[in-house]
């Protein structure tokens, strides 16, 4: 199939992209990568009739680390990421998880916004960024709002964004020193989307660990919990707590649940020792 008709513009200022998203006369679209949004479109899944191209917005394509953080602006693609351009750990992490996403020439043009403002629950930055506690930056008409990734989602493909609000970039915390990552997701064949996924990391430091479940339909559930669970050496205590939050969130396949909490246990056992992500 081919796109229902649409016209389409080039952005050139930050501010003319919620005044382009609010306009009466239209229904509008953002695109950058268009890896989602193009085959959307192609399907007529999605039948805008007008699109704003955000990709000239230089600002949109930095990376900028500060006291305690790393910002990245939205148009920054998935290549970049595996490529390094985030320093330290972080960085490291980071690009363990571009690396997985799809195929180079999909990362190649996808891009992290793109990705977060899709809100795909399968897709990796949704589950690995939740876990990390990052934010993200919301542009309106009247000015920004900061807004945790962490609960933003209430449900598939809604990331809560209003009304002429769009995602211009993505704060993440720095790695802190002696915390524990571990990533893994399973998928049919390399490139797919994820049938589970888990994130996970530990804060020893605030004696705090997270873990996140993606690919579960609907937005991802979050744990978050002491590391005093942690102690029993086979996980149990974890595990049954995981279990009964997936049943709490409607997940009642017993052997869809059997794989989503060795997925868990593999990526804990990654953090435990030592392995990349």
């Not at 980071?94 to 690396?99: D, F, Q, T």
């Amino acid at each position: 199939m081919k796109p229902a008709p649409f016209s389409y513009e080039q952005i050139s200022q930050a501010q003319q992209v919620s005044a382009s998203l609010l306009r009466s006369d239209a229904s509008v679209k953002i695109i950058a990568g268009g890896q989602s949004l193009g085959p959307m479109l192609n399907l007529r899944l999605a039948q805008p009739t007008h699109l704003i191209d955000i990709t000239r917005l230089a600002a949109l394509k930095t990376v900028q680390s500060s006291s305690g953080s790393v910002t990245l602006g939205a148009c920054v693609t998935h290549a970049n990421i595996e490529d390094g351009c985030v320093p330290g750990r972080l960085g490291e992490i980071l690009s363990e998880i571009a690396r997985a996403i799809a195929y180079r020439a999909v990362r190649n043009r996808g891009t992290l916004g793109g990705s977060l403002a899709h809100a795909d629950p399968s897709a990796d930055w949704i589950t690995t960024l939740t876990a990390l506690d990052a934010e993200l930056s919301v542009r309106r008409a009247d000015g920004q709002r900061w807004m945790k990734i962490a609960g933003a989602m209430s449900g598939p493909f809604d990331i809560g964004l209003g009304p002429g609000e769009w995602i211009d970039a993505v704060r993440i915390p720095e790695f802190a020193s002696g915390s524990a990552w571990g990533y893994t997701k399973i998928a049919r064949k390399t490139g797919e989307f994820a049938h589970a996924m888990v994130a996970f990391l530990h804060r020893p430091a605030q004696s705090s660990l997270r873990v996140v479940f993606g690919a579960t339909e609907s937005a991802p559930i979050v744990i978050d919990h002491s590391d005093s669970i942690l102690a029993g050496a086979d996980l149990e205590s974890l595990k049954a707590l995981a279990h009964q939050r997936l049943l709490q969130a409607g997940l009642n396949d017993p052997i869809d649940n059997r794989v989503r909490l060795a997925v868990m246990e593999r990526a804990i056992r990654k953090a435990q020792s030592g392995r990349r992500a």
